[in-house]
C-alpha cells in the first residue's frame, strides 16, 4: 500500500522533477553554447571541469528554488485537485498518507542536493589541482561549513513554509511562492535588525555583525514551526 | 447513539451538526437519520440543503461540530479505516487521479483495500464497456460515473454511498447508471444511500425516502407510506369571499396550501378523509383527492415548511419511519 502511495506521490511531482531538471542544466548549456560562439574550444580539459563544475554549482543554486514547489505539490496539489477525497474515502490512515507525500517531497528535494554535493566535490578536486603552486589562494572561503549551514536553514524555511501553507490552502503555486518569498523577507529582515542593534547587543547575544549564525537561527525558528504546524494541520485536518 | 439499534439500522445519525465558520449558520442542523439496513434511502433536498456536508460527515472527510453517526456499528470519526472498510463511496463527480490508466487506477484500489475482488471488477469494467487502457480523466461523464461505482463496490461492501451520482449525465447514462446500482442491490442485499435531485429515479429505486432542508430533516418516511398517504386535494370554493377563511384554515394533516380565486388547492398527508371533510366544512364544492408523485410532495413539503404549515406535520413523518 506505502509503495502505491508513494509511486502515485512521485508521479505527482513529476511536472516539478523536470523543471528542476531543466533549471539544474541551463546553465552549463548556456555555457557550452556561449564557449563554443565566442572562442575557441579549449584543449585544456581541467579549465573546462572547473568551469562546468561551476555551472552545475549554479544550477545547483536555481534548482533548489524548485525544493518549495515539492514542498508545495505534496501539501496542496491532491486537495486542489479533489483526488485527496478520493484516496481519504478509502481505508487508509492520514498519517501512511502524509508521510508517503513527505518522503517523495524530501526525495525530491534532496536530488539537487546531492548533484550539488558531488559538483562542489569535483571542483574542490579540480580546484585544488590547479591551486597547487598557486598564490591565488582557494575559490573556497574558509567558512564555507557556516555558509552551508545558512543555505541548509534558508531551504528548511522554505520547505517549511510552503508546507505550512501547502497544508492550510489549495494551492501549490501560492504556497511555493511563499516558501520562496518568507525566507528572503527573514534574512532581509535579519539584515536589517543586525545593522540597527548596537555592538553591546551583538556582543550578548553572542554573535557576529557580519556572521551566519543570526541568519540560520532566524531561518531555523521559521522552519521548525511551520513544518511542525504543517504536519499537525495535515494529520488533523477536517477535510480534505 | 444506542447499540441494539446498530442490527436495524445500516446508517444511523444522532443530531448530526456541522458548522463553518465562515457561514455562521449550521449547514447541518442537529440531524437524526436512519437508513434500515438492506434498504435503498433516498436523501432528497434542494442545492445547499446539506445533503453533501451530511455524506461527507457518514464518511468521515468531515467532523460533525456535535452529534454523531455511525456505518453499521462503526463511528467514521473514531475509527475511520475500519468504517471505509465496509463503505462504498460514489461522489457527484470522479475524483480520481486523472492522470490514471483505468488499469492502474484499480490496481491502485487494489492495493489500498484489503477485500478487493479484482475478478468481479474485471468483470463489471468489460459489462460497463470501460478500456482499461483509457486515461482516467479522457472518460465521458458517464463511463466516469460507471468506473466511480464500479471502484466502489470493488470491495464488496456493506454500504453503498452515493452522493448525487447521475448529475450531469445524459438519461442513457444515468439509467444504465442507475441499472448497475440496482444490479447490485439486487446481487448482494447491501444499504444504498442515495442523494439526487432525479425524485423521479428515487422515486423509482428508494424504498425509503429523507427529506433534508436547511439542515434539518423534513420528512423521513417508507416510500410507498409517503406516496400512499399524501394527497392533493382540489377543490372549489362557493364564494371568493370564503378565500380568507380557508386561507387560514389549518386542517389536520396540512403540509401546504394555496388559494388562486376560487381555486384550493392543498395537500394533505396522512388523514385524507377528515381533511376532506374540513375542507367540505368551509364551504367547498368539486372536491377532488389526486395522487402525487415524489417531485409534487417534494415541492409541496419544501414550500408548506417555508410557510410554516409542516411543523407539527413534521414529527409526525418522522415518526413514520
Given amino acids: 500500500m506505502f509503495m502505491m502511495l508513494i509511486r502515485k506521490d512521485f508521479h505527482l511531482q513529476l511536472p516539478v522533477l523536470i523543471a528542476s531538471g531543466l533549471l539544474f542544466i541551463a546553465p552549463t548549456i548556456i555555457y557550452l553554447i556561449i564557449d563554443a560562439a565566442i572562442s575557441t574550444p579549449t584543449t585544456e580539459q581541467e579549465p573546462l571541469i572547473l568551469a562546468l563544475s561551476a ?26 485537485e479533489r483526488s485527496a477525497e478520493f484516496l481519504e474515502a478509502m481505508p487508509v490512515r492520514r498519517l501512511t498518507i502524509v508521510t508517503s507525500r513527505a518522503v517523495v517531497a524530501l526525495v525530491c528535494s534532496l536530488m539537487p542536493a546531492i548533484v550539488g554535493t ?44 510552503a508546507w505550512f501553507v501547502g497544508s492550510l490552502i489549495r494551492s501549490e503555486v501560492l504556497a511555493a511562492a511563499l516558501g520562496i518569498g518568507v525566507p528572503i523577507a527573514v534574512a532581509m529582515a535579519t539584515s536589517i535588525a543586525m545593522s540597527r542593534m548596537s555592538d553591546e547587543v551583538i556582543y550578548r547575544l553572542g554573535i557576529y555583525r557580519d556572521g551566519p549564525e543570526a541568519y540560520a537561527f532566524a531561518q531555523l525558528a521559521i522552519a521548525i514551526p511551520c513544518l511542525i504546524a504543517g504536519t499537525i494541520i495535515a494529520l488533523r485536518r477536517t477535510s480534505p | ?75 467514521p470519526h473514531r475509527e475511520p479505516v475500519l468504517a471505509r472498510r465496509g463503505v462504498g463511496y460514489v461522489p457527484d463527480r470522479i475524483t480520481a487521479y486523472a492522470w490514471m490508466r483505468v488499469s492502474k487506477l484499480v490496481g491502485f484500489c487494489a ?10 471488477v474485471g468483470q463489471m469494467l468489460q459489462r460497463a464497456r470501460i478500456d482499461p487502457a483509457q486515461r482516467v480523466g479522457k472518460l465521458s461523464k458517464g463511463t466516469a460515473a460507471k468506473l466511480s461505482l464500479i471502484l466502489a463496490l470493488g470491495h464488496d461492501p456493506e454500504i453503498l454511498i452515493l452522493d448525487e451520482p447521475t448529475d450531469g ?29 432525479s425524485l423521479a429515479d428515487v422515486q423509482k429505486m428508494a424504498d425509503v ?16 407510506e409517503l406516496l400512499a398517504g399524501t394527497k392533493r386535494i382540489r377543490a372549489v370554493l362557493d364564494d371568493v369571499s370564503l378565500s380568507t377563511a380557508a386561507s387560514a384554515a389549518r386542517p389536520s394533516a396540512l403540509v401546504w396550501s394555496r388559494i388562486e380565486g376560487r381555486q384550493w388547492t392543498l395537500t394533505v398527508r396522512g388523514s385524507t378523509g377528515e381533511s376532506v371533510e374540513q375542507v367540505r366544512a368551509l364551504g367547498a364544492k368539486s372536491i377532488e383527492v389526486q395522487d402525487m408523485t415524489l417531485d409534487d410532495i417534494f415541492r409541496d413539503v419544501v414550500r408548506g415548511h417555508a410557510a410554516g404549515h409542516l411543523e407539527t406535520h413534521r414529527r409526525e413523518a418522522i415518526a413514520c419511519s
Fill in chain 2, 209 to 224: 425516502i429523507g427529506l433534508i432542508h436547511e439542515g434539518k430533516m423534513l420528512l423521513q418516511a417508507r416510500t410507498e
Fill in chain 2, 169 to 197: 449525465l445524459d438519461p442513457i447514462a444515468r439509467d444504465e447508471f442507475l441499472e448497475h446500482v440496482i444490479g447490485s442491490v439486487c446481487d448482494r442485499g447491501r444499504t444504498v444511500m442515495m442523494s439526487s435531485h
Fill in chain 1, 55 to 80: 555551472m552545475t554549482m549554479i544550477g545547483v543554486l536555481i534548482a533548489s528554488l524548485t525544493i518549495p514547489a515539492f514542498v508545495g505539490v505534496a501539501a496542496a496539489r491532491e486537495r486542489r
Fill in chain 2, 1 to 75: 447513539m444506542s447499540s441494539d439499534s446498530a442490527g436495524e439500522f445500516a446508517i444511523e445519525t444522532l443530531g448530526l451538526t456541522k458548522r463553518f465558520k465562515r457561514h455562521g449558520a449550521a449547514v447541518v442542523d442537529g440531524l437524526d437519520l436512519r437508513v434500515p439496513r438492506g434498504s435503498v434511502y433516498g436523501f432528497i433536498g434542494l442545492n445547499g440543503a446539506g445533503k453533501s456536508t451530511t455524506i461527507r460527515m457518514l464518511m468521515g472527510l468531515l467532523r460533525p461540530t456535535s452529534g454523531g453517526c455511525q456505518l453499521g456499528s462503526v463511528d
Fill in chain 1, 118 to 161: 558531488f559538483a562542489m566535490a569535483t571542483l574542490m578536486w579540480v580546484e585544488s589541482g590547479i591551486s597547487k603552486g598557486s598564490e591565488s589562494g582557494t575559490l573556497f572561503p574558509n567558512d564555507a561549513g557556516q555558509l552551508f549551514l545558512v543555505g541548509f536553514a534558508t531551504v528548511l524555511a522554505a520547505a517549511g513554509v
Fill in chain 2, 111 to 120: 492495493a489500498m483495500q484489503p477485500r478487493w475482488d479484482s475478478a468481479a
